[in-house]
């Protein structure tokens, strides 16, 4: 069947502008279905760094040990505002060995901080479900806390496309 | 507008409304979805749409308006009444002589026989009880009335289908019908089947109605979507469930 | 009040680990949008959620914006003996919803 065609007055179309040079301010270009042009709100983006000093501030001047946690997301995302994640920690959770709590970073969201679980013996088995919001694809980090002063992580890349036809 | 409508269903009194996709290879949005969207929606516990759902369910023993009667006072346990019923909207409504969707008909009920305010479109209450009531229908096939009072406005449906419109000139059909199924913009294109409305669609980060989905559409053609309500965005609505006739529903499904 | 769901066994075995599901019907309005006009739109999140267990807290979680809005949160609790689960949603004003469950130990 053909596509009929009707007279359509032609909308105004919102332009981006030219990125600046500033490192930590950037506007940012999407072309949809090469036509239109749709420019979001300047955002300060968190950057590697700022994830890393949230890091450092949680850990102090410890080392962050790979291992124990095991951080799971899909490596793709259709839709950046709801993305499962899922995070566990292999412990026994006994009183004397237990994990006390898990922080989730990110790299690019407008600021560093997901979340942080306060878990404990109670728990049974250190594991937390969620979803969270990824602006663009990053790199996001848990660091879990054990009792005896420890901290270990792990990590996960995430590429986050956009949806299409949306409201604006 | 008008003018052109009826140019245009002149155009197409003789084109027939078939599907250009073929019946048994009509998919769901489900199956376009990526595997945590599908599991989002499948756990009842974890769906956000169910919040709705859960909120639908308490509106419907609720008595409203001046009349003060609940929807429960006439139509009882909605598990029994409520069967079925949304899997056949839009319907015809012999009073308004033209077919209605399942937002209009509860809020026909909330105005003839409760006595009480519409509720407005995509407002929480509204899609709560959208929501409830489609969820009654869940695994049912979508089964709209196939009665020739109908015929116009299924005509009418089709057309706009195969209307190129908006600075993009694309019609519904180019994307839905010849290109389901290949990417656009880092989703998949699906083939436009209105299974499991009113949804939570993640981009909105709410439950929203099928109306509202496809004002999404023309907006992403850059055309002027549709008013709430208008008789061509029932129409249309109307055309994508009898496209659809025999598919189960699956609402509130999850969807990017 | 939202509309919340939660979901756990309400009977189990003394020492079973069960899994608690909550989701809770809000925005998380992360106050990085802008309205149609250019204005921002206010940050109103939940920014923390507890589990008590007869009194005891035994789970507690920090929100920030880049949690979805409806939060789901899912945590597990030893079934230590029978009685309340309290759960507490508190959001950046300190306005609190709490629901209140049963759980029964066999």
Redesign the interface.
Known sequence: ??????P?P??S?EEGGESDSSPTRRRILLV??G??LVSL?P?VRATEDAMAEAIRDLIGEGPLKPGKVKLEL?S????G????LTVSVESPMTEADHVESIHVF?QK???P????????P????A????????ADSQRVVAVARLADGSFWSDSADVIV???????? | MRALLAAGLALAAAAAVEAEVVPDARRPGYDFASPEIRAMQDDETTNPGMLWVSQGESLWSKKAGAAAVSCEDCHGDARASMKGAAARYPAFDAVLARPIDLEQRINRCRTEHQRAEPLGWESDDLLALTAFVARQSHGLPIAVSAGPELRPFLDLGGELFSLREGQLNLACSQCHDDNWGKSLAGNVIPQGHPTGYPVYRLEWQSLGSLQRRLRNCMTGVRAEPFDYGAPEAVALELYLMERARGMPMDAPAVRP | MARVLINFPQRAKRGEIIEIKTLIQHPMETGYRVDNRGAKIPRDIISRFTCAYNGDEVFRAELFPAISANPFIAFSTVATESGELVFSWTDDNGQMQTEIRQITIE
């Open positions: 069947m053909s596509a009929t065609t009707r359509q032609l909308l179309v949809t279905a036509a239109g709100a955002v899909p793709i995302v259709e839709n505002n709801t993305v499962p990110n969201n407008p600021q901080y997901v979340a942080a679980f306060h878990l404990g109670r728990a049974g088995k594991g937390v479900v969620t979803r969270i919001r990824l496309t956009l949806a299409a036809c949306t409201e604006q």
